[in-house]
């Protein structure tokens, strides 16, 4: 998929205010700032995370982020937790998104 500066800023915004809405309609406090791009010969990456402090909603977060990204592409998903020094412990999502060039 060949994916020009525009195309790309404007997607990074797209998922970005969907994750976003995510994390509202749950009632989570985080937000997502921004999605990171990787370039190499083969792909384009989108690369970002979701933090859920609420150890009840992390499942149906998960879910939603997952078919979220599927919608777009090749995704990798992950999670684990994460107990801070200095603030409350939360899940770690992080994603990746994979566009062949």
């Known amino acids: 998929m060949e994916m020009n500066k525009e195309k790309r800023d404007e997607l990074k915004e797209e998922l970005k205010n969907k994750l976003n809405e995510i994390l509202e309609e749950n009632n989570l406090p985080y937000r ?3 999605i990171s791009v990787m370039n190499t010969s083969a792909k384009m990456s989108f690369l970002g995370n979701v933090r859920v402090h ?6 149906k977060v998960y879910n939603e982020v997952e078919k979220l990204l599927n919608s777009y592409g090749k995704t990798t998903i992950n999670q684990r ?3 801070p020094c200095c603030e409350l ?6 994603f990746h998104i994979d566009f062949e060039k």
């Open 81 to 83: 937790e994460v107990i």
């Open 54 to 59: 609420d150890p009840n909603k992390v499942k």
């Open 32 to 34: 997502v700032d921004g």
């Open 89 to 94: 412990p939360f899940t770690y999502i992080n």
